[in-house]
């Protein structure tokens, strides 16, 4: 079965620095997408980023960028000019392929790291 | 984009009685939907998946008797949590695949359900 690991459970930032969340990660398939979700006090969940495993390139979305070491298993999220509106529980999540998984494509998700921005 | 949505947000039931929690594809049609749970400062756990016209695919030790799951059409799913005592407690989130963007999952806003 896959797993998800975070070892951060919190991490501090002053506001506009740059911060680096760590995500590994333990699968045995070939076909896999890895994502960042962000979750504010809300609790509504949001995409952040994702990366298809398949792809060599590391995925960006503005400030947030990833570092994909595939064969480390590692999957972390860059965030920079960190902005107040950051603060939130971030976590790392693991979705076997589509057609790989036969439907069953529900997410694994990490435990999260409380991500707090000084201003 | 795509949009889904939960029903109640937030709900007080008493032991003994049940719930029923509906998650709406809103803009797309979701053959599939996920329903996952949240404790308190925890991480989210996939309970089950949801397809719609046949049987929901639990996972490892979730109870399928007392968490019934109906995914009747293309945009509702409804998770029914039977018999419910102060354990099934628990933030429920659910997530619906759109065949429109790649079959990417989008989560609705969740729903609190406190049972006394």
Known sequence: AQTVTQSQPEMSVQEAETVTLSCTYDTSESDYYLFWYKQPPSRQMILVIRQEAYKQQNATENRFSVNFQKAAKSFSLKISDSQLGDAAMYFCAYRIGLYSGGGADGLTFGKGTHLIIQP | ?116
């Open chain 2, 1 to 116: 984009g795509a949009v889904v949505s939960q029903h109640p947000s937030w709900v007080i039931c008493k032991s003994g009685t049940s719930v029923k929690i509906e998650c709406r594809s809103l803009d797309f049609q979701a053959t599939t939907m996920f329903w996952y749970r949240q404790f308190p400062k925890q991480s989210l756990m996939l309970m089950a998946t949801s397809n719609e016209g046949s049987k929901a695919t639990y996972e490892q030790g979730v109870e399928k008797d007392k968490f019934l799951i109906n995914h009747a059409s293309l945009t509702l799913s409804t998770l029914t949590v039977t018999s419910a005592h102060p354990e099934d407690s628990s933030f429920y989130i659910c997530s619906a695949r759109d065949p429109r963007r790649s079959y990417e999952q989008y989560f609705g806003p969740g729903t609190r359900l406190t049972v006394t």
